[in-house]
């Protein structure tokens, strides 16, 4: 095995100039020439590829999935020669995982399950490296969050946090507390949220591209789990962040000092804030966060008794949600909650407004408005 470890990474010395160049742009793999292919023909094509394919994940779902089958392709046809029968089962392994999120990504979960089975048997033929087996882990979590498997998925991720922590391997376990915290954020806990946020805040550089996330996502949690106070604390030492960062940005601004002034009972202030945050996803054609906010204004118009605002924001929903063909389950409960808007006492109609927002990610799912957030 030591063998081929020091093989594979003697084959990466070698052709990390040449790959350098692709990722800038300065050649094209249509250039090079035959001797160049064959020197690239070896496990780290395999992790060149793997590595151009994630990075499509948010614009390109296609070329993910062309990059991460290629790369299986590649792996699956491999002898064992130069580098041993565990380290390949490791490459082959980590492809497999890697073509399953490709899947995930595009909404195929039924391949996703099949390639993610198929990753787990290669890793048992494997070196049961501890990068290797917190990776897949990392990505059947992803695969079991979509699934609302969320108590599966959160176990999965602090197992690969701890394996990651273990190889000294930074930037993966600041990656692993993240995408625990928006599990648990989707799971409705933001207790354990906030703390998970804090745990990878301890690690996340002042210029981290993801500190931004971090601290909005810390502070919806703050807010969510009755810490107005606290919530805003943290958004007004870091609202510089969100200048010059993007007009979606702007728009979950807007939400999240919504959300705050929820939890701090200031509802005209709210109220103001949300409104504007609904229209402006309207405008953009963020269908699915402007219900979300909606329902957030429809709970505020319920608290205080405004029945006909309530009302009138779930025919609105109702309308959107018709055309754009999104799961029957969710009109049908809208339609209650219209009925309810006329006859439940106010507490019992608010309880079910919370229950509806829960429920939104699930039924979203099931219909035609699912999609994959920034955070995949």
């Known amino acids: ?3 081929g470890l020091l093989a594979l990474e003697e084959d990466r010395a070698r052709v990390e100039p040449l790959l350098s160049q692709l990722r800038a742009g300065i050649r094209r793999w249509q250039e090079l020439t035959g001797p160049e292919r ?3 023909s070896r496990g780290p ?7 151009a394919s994630y990075g499509r994940r948010f614009d390109d779902p296609p070329g993910m999935l062309s990059f991460a089958k290629a790369a299986c392709a590649i792996a699956d046809q491999m002898g064992t020669r130069r580098y041993g029968k565990e380290i390949v089962a490791d490459l082959r392994a980590r492809a497999w995982a890697e073509l399953s999120n490709a899947y995930r990504v595009g909404d195929d979960l039924e391949q ?4 993610l089975a198929r990753a787990q048997k290669l890793i048992g033929q494997g070196t049961r ?10 990505l059947m979590a992803a695969y079991l969050t979509d699934l609302r498997r969320f108590s599966e998925a959160a176990s999965l991720l602090e197992q690969s946090n701890e394996l990651y922590a273990a190889s000294g391997d930074g930037p993966s376990v600041e990656r692993a507390l993240l995408s625990l915290a928006l599990v648990l954020s989707q799971s409705h806990e933001p207790e354990r949220a906030v703390i998970a946020y804090l745990r990878a805040l301890r690690r996340i550089a002042p210029d981290s591209p993801q500190l931004l996330a971090s601290i909005h996502g810390l502070a919806l949690n703050l807010a969510e789990s009755g810490h107005g106070e606290v919530a805003q604390s943290v958004l007004n030492r870091y609202r510089r962040l969100y200048r010059r960062s993007g007009r979606l940005n702007e728009y979950r601004l807007y939400w999240l000092e919504g959300k705050i002034a929820l939890a701090l009972q200031q509802y005209g202030r709210a109220e103001a804030k949300l409104h504007t945050a609904r229209l402006a996803f309207f405008r953009v054609n963020k269908i699915y966060d402007a219900a979300l906010v909606s329902l957030d204004l429809a709970w505020l118009y319920a ?5 006909t605002e309530v009302a009138w924001l779930v025919e609105q929903m109702l309308s959107t949600f018709r055309t754009l063909g999104i799961a029957r389950e969710s009109i049908a409960t809208l339609v209650l909650l219209k009925k309810s808007c006329e006859e439940r006492p106010l507490e019992a109609l608010c309880g079910q407004i919370e229950s509806l927002a829960k429920m939104m990610p699930e039924l979203r799912q099931k219909g035609q408005g699912k999609g994959r957030s920034a955070e995949d």
């Open 112 to 115: 996703a399950g099949l390639a």
């Open 38 to 40: 064959r020197m690239l």
């Open 129 to 138: 490296s501890s990068l290797v087996v917190a990776r897949v882990s990392e």
């Open 303 to 307: 608290k205080t008794g405004r029945r």
């Open 45 to 51: 094509l395999i992790e060149f590829f793997l590595e």
């Open 1 to 3: 095995m030591v063998r």
